[in-house]
C-alpha cells in the first residue's frame, strides 16, 4: 500500500508530521468543517488542494494521529448519566477485572493508574438506575468495593477533547 | 433533554462512527437517511446549536502528537472555595476536564492535566498548587489503558437500525 501512496511533501514513509498536518491537527480537533466539501474548506484553511487535504488526513488516520472524526454527543443533553467509577484490583486480578469491566457497552473507558485505588473506568448509561446495577453487578462478581463518583458539576470538559475522563490533549502547546 | 425525531435518532447513531475520509464525505450517509447532504448539514448544525452534539471534529490519539504525559489530579477544596477554584483550573490551557466529585473523601475536585512529558506535568500540579494554595492532592498516573471506546447512544436498545 505504501508503494502506491502518493509521497507527500515534508512528509516521510513512517507518516511523521510536518507544520501542515500540525496546522491540519490543531484545526480538525477544533473543530470539523459542516460543509459539503470539508476538505476544500480545511485545504483553504491550509493553503493546499483538496485532493492533498484528503491525502494528509487519510495518511494522519492510517498513522494513528487520529483516532475517529466524528460527533461527540454529550450524554446530559439526552438526559443519560455518566459516572466516574474507581476499584482497588490487586495485580494479578487485573486481566480478571478488565474482561469483566470491559465487557459491558456502558464501560467506555477503562485505566489501571498509579495509586489507590488503582483501577478507574467511566459509566454511561441512558439512567443512573442501570449505573447502579452495572455498578453492584461488578462489585458482586469481583467481590470488591466500587466506588460511584458522579459528577455534582462539570468546570471544564475542553472542547478539542473527547468527553470523557481521560482524553484527548490538546494538539498544540502554544 | 432535547427531543429528537426519528432522522435525527439515525443521524445520531451515523455521526457517531467514523467519518469516510474523501471529498464529499456526508454524501453517504445523506444516502442512507434519503435526505440530502445539505439537509444532513443543516440538521448537524442544529443539533450542535442545541447542545446534543457537543462537536464535530477529530479526536486525536495524544501519543501521536507530542502529548504523551498526562495524570488525573484530585485536590482536596474546602467546600466554600469549590467554586471559585474549579473556575480557576478549568482557566489553565493544560486541564482539560475538571468536575466536582463528591465520594472520594476530602478529595473533590478530579482533573485531567496534560503535558509533553511526566516533568512538565508535574510543573503544572506545582504551579497550581502553589498559584491556588491547595496543598492537598493526589497525581494518579495512568499507568495502562484497559479501554477506550466512544459511547454509541442510539445503538444499544433504539430499534433505530434499518
Redesign the interface.
Known sequence: MDNTDKQIKGMDATGCMDHIDRKI?SL?????P???????SIAEQTGIT?DEA?ER??R??E?????????????R????HST?C?AEVPEDR?DEF?SL??SY???????????HP????TL?T?DKAQAERIIHEIGQRLGTEI?????????????????H???????E?? | ??R?DGIDRKL?WL?????P???????AWAQTLGIE??EL?SR??LL?R?????????????R????SS?A?VVWAVPGDQ?DRI??E??CR????????????GEYNL?S?I???TDDEVLRVIGEISSELGIDRY????????????????FR??GGEES
Open positions: 491537527l480538525i480537533s477544533k473543530s470539523f459542516l460543509t459539503e466539501r470539508p476538505f476544500l483538496e484528503v488526513v487519510r494522519l488516520k498513522s494513528g494521529a487520529i483516532r475517529r472524526i466524528g460527533a461527540v454527543i454529550s450524554p443533553s439526552l438526559g443519560w466516574l474507581a487485573i478488565a469491566v470491559n457497552d456502558q464501560v467506555t473507558h477503562n485505566y489501571v493508574r498509579s495509586g488503582n483501577c478507574w473506568f454511561i441512558p466506588l460511584d463518583l458522579p459528577a455534582r458539576r462539570v468546570f471544564k470538559i475542553n472542547v478539542s477533547f473527547d468527553f475522563e481521560e482524553d484527548e490533549p490538546p494538539p502547546n502554544g | 433533554m432535547k429528537v445520531l455521526i457517531q462512527d467514523d467519518l475520509v474523501e471529498k464529499r464525505p456526508f454524501d447532504p445539505g448539514i448537524l448544525e450542535r442545541q447542545g446534543v452534539i457537543r462537536s464535530v471534529k477529530a479526536i486525536l490519539r495524544h501521536q502528537t507530542g502529548f498526562g488525573m469549590v474549579g473556575r483550573l478549568a490551557r493544560e486541564v482539560s476536564h475538571c468536575y466536582e466529585r463528591p465520594g472520594f478530579f485531567m496534560h503535558g509533553r493526589r497525581v494518579y498516573w495512568s499507568l495502562r489503558e484497559l479501554k477506550k471506546s466512544s459511547m454509541n447512544y444499544e436498545g
